[in-house]
């Protein structure tokens, strides 16, 4: 079975940065690509970033350009988000995501990790 440990939350103030890890088990992912979405109290699920396959294109939201990066260690099977500069509005709980067979869709999710950020 597909699984996806998120780690790497916690509580920071703000300004301050945290590094996420994603690892993947059950299935290689090198051929597919990976990415993360948060959801805050009260507010729907987000996209925040994703990475293609080789790490040759990135994608992020524009609430996170420029403070955070996504990357992939193929060879680990694992996930990276770098976020720094963060804000009280950053607050929630953030997935990583996996991209299913077909390439398609984010079929596979972890189960989150909290990141708290104080002000």
């Known amino acids: 079975q597909v699984q996806l440990v998120e780690s790497g939350g916690g509580l920071v103030q703000a300004g301050g940065s945290l590094r996420l890890s994603c690892a993947a088990s059950?299935?290689?992912?090198?051929?597919?690509?990976m990415g993360w979405f948060r959801q805050a109290p009260g507010k729907e699920r987000e996209f925040v970033a994703a990475?293609?396959?080789?790490?040759?294109?990135?994608y992020y939201a524009d609430s996170v350009k420029g403070r955070f990066t996504i990357s992939r260690d193929n060879a680990k099977n694992t996930v990276y988000l770098q976020m720094n500069s963060l804000k009280p509005e950053d607050t929630a709980v953030y997935y990583c995501?996996?991209?299913?067979?077909?390439?398609?869709?984010?079929?596979?999710w972890g189960q989150g990790t909290q990141v708290t950020v104080s002000s």
């Open positions: 990475i293609a396959w080789n790490g040759g294109s990135t």
């Open positions: 059950g299935r290689t992912f090198s051929s597919y690509a």
């Open positions: 995501v996996g991209e299913g067979l077909g390439k398609s869709a984010w079929d596979y």
